[in-house]
């Protein structure tokens, strides 16, 4: 198959970014949002094409990049693509709704990849996001040209709603090490350690994750908190977290706690909160900021 | 002060490959071992000094490395080192017993700090560990050449017992990213992801960790778990984390189940198992093996 | 309505007993059961009626009592009850297993109760259980007089779905208070505290609860551990109880960890063994006997 | 040996009424409080003599009920005993400071009891307290005449500490059955179904406890919150039970996430809250009023 045309729908954060990249790649880049005149501002900074919905849906690769699998399930049912196409959703979605999504299009003959991304605002910036993608490994490579122009690394991970898998896992361990890192830190600086001597340390030693490296020196020590990610979105994956391992029926204690823990701490923060302002819930608890 | 002569009380994994660095910076370099063969045969190899208890506490600069506090409270109970000495404690050792013996040596003249190290053997063997160090800073700033020709980073987090509780924090840390990510990779496993790809993915985006990047594939995937570092040393550090934070009145419900977890699973293994085995636990329950 | 015919459907522990009541109010008491043999000797036993399955659903009011929601679902898919009848299931299901039933079969005319009950197999000998029942308060009503025979207390909680939930909450609740009861006794033996005398405390005290009244005296201390009701069966319904959570997007840390333990408790535990030998699981971390 | 005089040291809600039944059994009751009027005030209202420290010390028995164990360690040190006496130290206090107090006082032939109670302000007002023992069962035997006036059930459990520890875990069970019940009755709510009839339900079933029976109904859904025992004293049990459990090196998941949570609960509430309600801080996260 030669990709002579390609949409992506839903240009938040990343999908604005991610889209940009597709005129290198591609003569025919259709794309569409909600609030129409931001595909229009896209379009005259990028060099795409401001589209309907309806036109969206009828190119070769179509993307999707929406809050959650509710939205691209809705967009779906009202626009069905057309025959021999493939849907790549980059939504960190369900599983669930992968494997349905899957099943439903397969009977029109369109192919669908759930192919969350990660490496936020920054790597969809660059065109270095790592995509995680379950599904048809053969429907991957002939979309694999279209996905190039943003990603870093392209894995298969398995079936359909693999990646969806993944990334929620992902994004569960990221709560988890940035939570227990929190409260790690605040015992520490409760018996008066210099905080960011402990961060050295444990940052040249095995207690280090992407949450030490990243998180606490720029968003929660800094009391930066930069809305890139948000926290009722992390809440939303780690629930898709912790629903993975029930329908498996496994024990996993740490994470059932730890979405616990964010679930509290997003429904008691502003709406607008970066994922990383989960520890302010903690710090409510000890009186102790972090910084 | 210069320093005329150091001495290494504790030739185990660690300590061995510590000494071993000592003769490039000085002359008279002492080491003791309880195993007093291991003594001798450090001398043979490195150049060192097997002398009796009694001379090694006789030197400016003492380095213990020993399994816990306990054995360096007793050690030094029973030799007193000599007036203006420093003793290096690099032990994983307890906040508590550090500003005992801080206060109890400081009465005698000498110095003591606590300054676990992290790095693994691996680290110690190339002198690149890092050595988080708590007590007075101007004993640190004498002590520094004695502990330069072993150490990558060396770091000084605050007062007395401070090094030891962000070695126990830095460890706690380790426990939890590694028993969540075996958690969440069972739960992936569990659905027919690839873990392989899994991994992949998490290690280029946000839920990685030092668990992630070397524990998982490098102990647990290839089911090799060798012994470098003890389980029942992991579960003794997590203790100490925990009480660090009861001492404080802080709530840490994550860091408090983990520990229980790690305590639960120390003593249902087997003596010699490596921390990473830890998860065998996890996988007795779920029946999932991590590979 | 007046109610010419009863059946009951699921003669096991609960269900044999259940059904030997009703004999004393109805003339027509029909019984089935998958071994048909326990149905005939029911039968003789009480002056019940043995019947083919498609006999006992052509009864005013139809009884089920099985292992999950999913023998229900394939019972009732395979054979439809009567217009007007109303089928009580007093099977511990699934909430959303019962909200299907009920729209299912309300299609038919068919009303569905889920009627959960509690007591064990000595409530259910005496009549004296706690029926909790969901559904429409007007078929309730109707079907009260099946159900009193063997209740002590019927209680209408809500809307279809509501019974389960109560019960699924209630084991779940169970399962907390004999876990942490197993964990503070535990640590009362460790410190050589009297376990005879402590319960005796604790049970004239505000920690009091059933499983510390009951479970631990009459199951746990004196190690007879009787297989009354199932482990795995407790870890089912406490994994229904965090369906809840997680389907209202609650935070709940304490009881989705107990859930993790029971889980790993029943998967680590023989087929047969009572819900109180989940506490084994704790005995073999502590290697102490809760005795 | 014949008592002929006793002392009742601390005259808070629990002591004022615990004291009041003393006069029934001996001429000589003395009292004395930190605020001397409320002394006076019980002198002239029971009949008992409010006295100088020095001789409320010198009595044959003297009881002291305070709110932690250091300040019984203040006043003891000041003002030590007669020989020959038994201090009974009704607080809730820390095992590990009975222990030396016990041994403290034997040096000086001054028996230590830890003889918590349970029971609350009534059973305080009615003399049907639950006291829990710990330490020398032969003195036990000699204070037990005065300790009954109060008490309904006094029970040995052990050696010195015993009794702190019987009580501690008895109140972290309330804690945590307390909470865990918290949690479900949200989920149940968060479901539509009637809570009070969920209630009705459970207390009849095999998931209730004290907290379902009492705690609940009585001061949680008619949001009275009475203080009569304070959520901060709950969270110091609740620590000193974690206490027992990290002196021991027990895993016990389940009571460490709780004591953290009620470690928060109180650290966020108002100082005069009731220990029933740390179950605000989860209507805080889940918005849902448990009513």
Redesign the interface.
Known sequence: MTISSVAFIGLGAMGWRMAAHLPKAFADVRVWNRTFSKAQQHAAEFGTRAVDIKEAVQADIIFSCLPTSSEVETLIAEHLPKAGSIWVDCTSGE?TSAQYLNVHLQARDVAFLDAPV???TIGAEKGTL?V?V?GDAEALQRARPAIEPFA??I?????S??GF???A??????A??L???A??????K?????VQ??L???N?????????ETVLPQRVFNRSFPNTFALNLLAKDA?I?????????????????????I??AS??SANDSDFSAAVKM?E?????ELS
Chains 1, 2, 3, 4 share one sequence.
């Not at 040249?204 to 030490?212: C, E, F, L, P, Q």
């Not at 977290?241 to 823990?261: C, E, G, N, W």
């Not at 409510?284 to 102790?288: A, C, F, P, Q, Y």
């Open positions: 599983p990660s490496g936020q790592t995680m379950g870093g690394l894995q298969h991970v398995g079936d709603g693999s898998a993944v990334k896992v992902n994004n569960m361990l990221l988890v090490n939570w227990a890192a409260e790690g830190f605040s015992a520490l409760a018996h008066g350690v210099d001597g402990a050295a340390c444990i040249a030693s095995s207690g280090k994750s992407n949450a030490t629930g977290a912790l629903d993975l391992v029930q329908r498996a029926k496994l024990p996993a204690p740490v994470l059932a706690l730890t979405q616990s823990l679930r509290a429904d008691t903690l409510r608890w000890t009186n102790i």
